[in-house]
């Protein structure tokens, strides 16, 4: 699959007094809502994000007034007197010109002892506007998150936001750097902190803290939807096929199915449910593919099953296979299919560098226009970019007004660039971006802004406040998902005006738009694959040979020299003459009762390739010639036409051995044979070779007559191996053989190549159905990684358990640690820090180039708070290892520490009022320093440092060897 997101919920069990809302519930598959595809063998990852939640606060401001939960608000406006307006477009609470400094407000004590988390959103005004609408620009007088746990008598920072953008935890004091202009905080921002541990009470105080401003007229600022979260009361979730926890195990669905999750507190319960639709594997079949084809024969129209797929391959063009376009050998022709689903990702709805043409209205008015950077001169601020933000050789266009200059004065207002409509059908999140070289006075004279539209109306979403001057390209984004969201007819316009009669600036300039959001897109979700095989082979030849002239009934023999096999179909044409003998490709013994110029013609059929006509002709003289007055009879040669290199053709003449007999081997080397043989002769090349005979009786006219061979090379092999990794038995050996090759390994296999093998030595016999060729190679096993990790220190208590693990393995690239706490990391050396007590069981698994794994596991003690530690034996025989009996804990307050040691019959034998002192085996006051082995009885009195008295009563056995 594309992605995997996983959403963790957590639940807690407290009793506190909250502001309850309903259950929610969602459940995931992958990351994604309601409905998502796999193919069969996928796994799925399902979580949910089902909450009951509880809130101690959740003010919206909305009521036009603080709301419950406050204790001061500082006089503060609900008028809604700045834009933009909150994201909501709702009621939002303004620190404006009514409110005098310090600017606090504070809430009344809450019981966040379970902790929690503080959300809220926030902005400030730009510096220079107007007020009540002018910014904080020194850098102390941005706004501070406290909190107290003594009822106001002190606070402590959470969190500190400057108005130049920078996010600390004090409060400073300094007021520099300064802020001018937008900055991160002059628009509207989201913001949610955990309650900090030492914030967790019963009864703590937060407030939102400007300590610093000039005046009532300067530094505003607004808050809206303000929460203080606490985590839900006993929350219980299940699946509907079992687990109940909001993350389950991985699932492998083999059918389509739905999940369903629950969520409840015992009031109410929500459920969610998200399809998995599966996805089987189709019947793949590469239908109609021939076999067999010649080299200049016919194609074939191949059919693919399912439909819809794609074939690829040598020779392959769509869905035909041309046997002249492969060349010779054997082929392998695939055949993929995918499945497509739909799912949900990013996508872009519209963008535009402006090189081109996109459909924007009202250039012309106001400056409008789409044409190359240009840098203006006489400007108040910036003068302007000289080239657009992404600048080529062929665009250099942007759009703006009155490119190169400045704006003029006194505009009328409405002066509008407006964008081509956009369909966002579909689209959530939908956001607006673009880089901009802007420059304008202040809004009180000046005007520039950007407006959305959501089907009926127009929203300004930007307007410049204070004055501004760009310096360079700058990005701008906006989130426009009120407006735009499935929306079919969202539009975007840029404005300018009114201007006032004074200075001016360079007004817009703006390149690369892009308009995106989280939408449909398609995308395979499975792919399969077949194939088949064809040979195309060479077409065959008809030649042959013949003697140039013999008598009336002189039996001549005919020796077809051409390529083609014994199966192929042979049409011969004697032109009259009377076969003696012979059938196929021959060789023939054939004669004529009548002189004159005979023609012999061949054509050869094979594998359904055609040869070319070979026609020859022959000279047939009337016995009263006197060359027929004595001729040697006609000799054939007799043997194979083909053998492999050094291997023996074993060759013989049908003539009489008083015959006088002329050969020529052509090269070849003879092993042995005589007169009219038989012979037995080798070659050591490949190659066709023609056999030479004239055989003489007495003194009649010799006989001529020849025989070709085709010595054939062995089958060439080339073996390439990959090693085994692990002994996963992932080893392979891929071949590359003369095409045509029948294979034969010595482990039975009989394909050209060898995959998920395990490390050893393999031989293969190749065989083109005649000669054999044999070669070995060998596959290896690489071994995987080996884990193993260090810790600083086994065991810390619960206030500083901090542990550091150190990395040992041998072969590693990647590391997963497990703390044993539901924490991981994939660090090398990590360190990790627990916030419960207990024994937590840390595991290493690494990973290697390979993706061998191998892992390790050591268990970490983390002590408690307050705790006690005592052994049931001790062995004090001055080895050093156990030679005292004494507490080991934490937190024990040494001004209230007893310690009684009793014998059998309830005698104190020993006492000690210091934790830190043990006994050591000893009776004390006994002067012979005798340690007696038995069961001591002890009592310890001990108080912790949170005042509470404690009492321990046990006993201890003290064992001598």
């Known amino acids: 699959m594309r992605y995997k997101l996983i959403l963790y919920i957590s639940f807690f069990l407290i009793t506190i007094q909250s502001i309850r809302s309903q259950c929610f519930n969602n459940a995931y598959a992958n990351g994604y809502p309601n409905t998502v595809e796999i193919c069969l063998g996928d796994s799925v990852v399902l979580t949910s994000n089902g909450n009951c939640p509880s809130y101690l606060m959740n003010n919206d401001f909305n009521l036009g007034n603080a709301g419950t939960g406050w204790q001061a608000t500082n006089q503060a406006m609900f008028s809604n007197p700045c834009t933009p307006h909150s994201p909501d477009g709702t009621t939002y609470m303004w620190m404006g010109a009514t409110s005098t400094a310090p600017r606090i407000l504070t809430t009344i004590p809450f019981d966040v002892s379970m902790g929690g988390t503080i959300s809220f959103e926030m902005r400030y005004s730009v510096q220079s506007a107007a007020s009540p609408c002018e910014g904080p620009d020194q850098y102390d007088e941005g706004i501070s998150v406290q909190y ?10 959470m969190v500190y936001f400057a108005p130049n953008g920078d996010i600390l935890t004090s409060t400073p004091t300094a007021t520099t750097p300064g802020a001018s202009g937008q900055t991160p905080f002059t628009v509207w921002n989201t913001f949610t902190y955990p309650i900090p541990v030492a914030a967790q009470t019963t009864a703590t105080r937060f407030r939102w803290a400007q300590l610093s401003s000039t005046s009532e007229v300067y530094d505003h600022w607004g808050l809206d939807n303000v929460t203080i979260g606490v985590p839900p009361p006993n929350i219980q979730v299940w699946w509907a096929h079992g687990p109940t926890v909001a993350n389950p195990p991985v699932v492998s669905p083999t059918t389509t199915t739905t999940y369903t999750v629950y969520v409840t507190d015992q009031t109410d319960t929500a459920q969610g449910s998200v399809e998995v639709i599966v996805h089987q594997p189709p019947t793949m079949q590469i239908n109609n593919l021939a076999a067999l084809h010649c080299i200049n024969g016919d194609s074939s129209l191949m059919t693919g099953n399912p439909t819809g797929g794609v074939f690829s391959g040598a020779g392959v063009v769509g869905d035909t296979f041309f046997p002249a ?42 400056g409008w226009t789409r044409g190359a950077a240009a840098v203006a001169s006489g400007c108040s601020g910036s003068l302007g970019p000289g080239v657009d933000h992404t600048p080529t050789t062929t665009d250099n266009f942007i759009i703006g007004n009155y490119l190169g200059a400045c704006y003029p004065n006194s505009m009328a207002a409405n002066n509008y660039l407006t964008s081509p409509v956009f369909n966002c059908t579909g689209v959530t999140d939908v956001e607006l971006e673009f880089w901009r070289w802007a420059g304008c006075e202040s ?136 076969i003696i003998s012979g ?81 020529d081997f052509a090269g070849g080397n003879v092993i042995s044979g005589t007169a009219n ?49 692990c002994d996963k038995g992932n080893g392979s050996v891929i071949s590359t053989a003369t095409p045509g090759s029948i294979f034969q390994w010595s482990n039975g296999a009989a394909t050209p190549d060898l995959i998920n093998i395990s490390a050893g030595t393999y031989t293969v016999t190749v065989s083109d159905g005649m000669c054999t060729n044999t070669s070995s190679i060998s596959v290896i096993n690489i071994p995987g990684p080996t884990a193993a990790f260090s810790i600083n220190s086994n065991t810390q208590n619960v206030t500083d358990a901090n542990f550091t693990f150190t990395d040992l393995s041998l072969g590693a690239t990647t590391w997963q640690w497990n703390f044993g706490d539901n924490n991981v990391s994939f660090m090398q050396n990590p360190s990790h820090t627990y916030e419960t007590s207990g024994t937590f069981t840390v595991s290493l698994t690494v990973e290697d180039v390979n993706d061998c794994v191998d892992s390790a596991e050591r268990d970490v003690l983390v002590m408690d708070l307050y705790t006690i530690y005592l052994p049931s034996a001790f062995t004090p025989d001055g080895d050093g290892i156990n030679d005292f009996f004494g507490p080991l804990g934490i937190n024990i307050d040494n001004n209230y520490y007893k310690m009684y040691i009793f014998d059998r019959w309830g005698k104190i034998i020993f006492y000690t009022n210091d934790v830190n002192k043990h006994w050591d085996g000893i009776i004390t006051g006994s002067s012979s320093k005798e340690k007696i082995p038995g069961v001591y009885t002890y009592r310890i009195l001990y108080r912790e440092m949170n005042g509470k008295d404690k009492k321990i009563l046990g006993t201890v056995t003290l064992i001598l060897p």
């Open 325 to 366: 376009l492969s060349g010779l050998g054997t082929h392998t022709i695939t055949y993929d299919y995918h499945i497509i689903g739909n799912s949900i990702g990013n996508i872009t709805v519209f963008e535009d560098d402006f090189f081109t043409d996109k459909g924007w209205t009202g250039y012309g008015t106001g």
């Open 148 to 157: 107290s746990i003594n009822n106001g008598t002190t606070w402590v920072t």
């Open 677 to 725: 043989g038989p012979y037995n002769i080798n070659w050591s090349t490949p190659g066709t070779y023609t056999i030479d005979l004239t055989v003489t009786e007495g003194n009649c006219y010799p006989f001529d007559t020849s025989f070709t061979v085709i010595i054939k090379p062995l089958p060439q092999i080339t073996l390439v191996a990959t090693d085994e990794n």
């Open 583 to 663: 059938n196929g490709a021959g060789p023939y013994s054939v004669s004529w009762n009548t002189d004159g110029t005979k023609s012999v013609s061949l054509s050869v059929i094979e594998n359904g390739c055609y040869s070319t006509v070979f026609q020859d002709t022959i000279i047939v003289l009337p016995l009263t010639n006197p060359l027929c007055a004595c001729w040697t009879p006609a000799v054939s040669i007799i043997a194979q036409d083909s053998i492999c290199i050094n291997t023996s053709l074993n060759l013989t003449s049908n003539g009489l051995a008083s015959y006088v007999y002329d050969w």
């Open 443 to 578: 809004s009180s004279y000046d005007k520039i802004g950007i407006q959305v539209y959501d089907g009926a109306n127009w929203t300004t979403i930007w307007q410049n406040s204070a004055s501004f001057s760009d310096a360079s390209w700058t990005q701008q984004i906006y989130d426009v998902s009120a407006q735009a969201n499935n929306n079919a007819n969202f539009r975007v316009r840029f404005y300018i005006g009114p201007t006032d009669g004074s200075v001016s600036y360079i007004g817009w300039n703006i390149d690369d738009f892009i308009l995106r959001g989280v939408g449909p897109v398609t995308d395979t979700l499975c792919s399969f694959s077949t194939t088949a095989t064809t040979q195309v082979v060479e077409a065959p030849t008809a030649e042959f040979i013949l003697p140039d002239t013999i008598c009336i009934n002189e039996p001549v023999i005919i020796t077809f020299t051409g390529i083609a096999t014994a199966n192929a179909t042979y049409n011969w044409d004697f032109n009259g003459g009377t």
